[in-house]
């Protein structure tokens, strides 16, 4: 049982952000279900995708963008500083994570945490996740919980609410693929207020672009590298 807040709020400081490639499948209910959640908040895609994704995105509501060139974590930086808004929410555009715990983000942030994240992982693997990808993401999070000398539950999760100003505090390196763990566990390091709430994860719409093992190797080497947060 997943419990979020259901209080009618004004979310109009609040951008939902993600990044696409070739999701016509699921964009629309993406993009549909973060204004449902969040209504008066802004949704920004940055797109890569050589199919209908971003006019689908727009009929639906969302401002897009042409992806920068780079991949997807260059893609990332730029959508996460594409709005002007105090709060930045970010989610995958596969649909599996439920819009239903942006209100409880955003709480969270409005009321003093700088990252409130999700955690898709529990206490057992998740039916749409395989077991092996649970278990290098419990690996992942040992490791970061260490290099951050506190408890971090989901360092890969494509869910969480960023206060702006943060996001604007370091020099991010957006090399590789796993730039989503830099996003939680530079800031861990440096001290900043984190807290993550336990969600349902759900089958993707579309086929996945996970690459098992480059991924996974990729974080293995951000996860071991001396974690020593660039600021500007």
């Not at 209080?7 to 109009?12: E, G, K, N």
Request: net charge neutral; aromatic share 6%.
């Amino acid at each position: 049982m997943h419990d979020y807040v259901n209080t009618p709020s004004d979310y109009s400081d609040v951008a939902v952000v993600m990044i696409t490639r070739n999701e016509e499948g699921a964009i629309g209910k993406v993009v549909d279900d973060a204004f449902a959640a969040l209504p008066g908040c802004e949704v920004i895609v940055v797109d890569g995708s050589d199919d209908r994704t971003p006019t689908i995105a727009a009929d639906h509501g969302a401002r897009v963008i042409r992806e920068p060139s780079g991949g997807a974590a260059p893609a990332l930086l730029y959508a996460l500083r594409a709005s002007s808004r105090p709060l930045v929410a970010s989610v995958d555009a596969d649909d599996t994570y439920p819009a239903e715990a942006f209100p409880e983000l955003v709480r969270r942030v409005r009321e003093g945490d700088d990252i409130a994240g999700t955690n898709r992982l529990g206490l057992r693997p998740p039916k749409a996740m395989p077991v092996g990808n649970w278990i290098a993401n419990i690996t992942f999070n040992i490791i970061a919980s260490v290099h951050a000398h506190r408890v971090l539950r989901d360092v890969h999760s494509g869910q969480r609410c960023y206060r702006r100003e943060l996001l604007d505090h370091f020099d991010w390196d957006t090399t590789g693929r796993a730039f989503p763990v830099d996003l939680l566990l530079w800031p861990a390091v440096a001290g900043a207020k984190i807290s993550e709430i336990p969600i349902p994860y759900r089958d993707r719409i579309g086929e996945t672009t996970l690459r098992r093992w480059s991924d996974g190797t990729q974080t293995l080497r951000r996860l071991f590298r001396r974690v020593k947060p660039r600021v500007h």
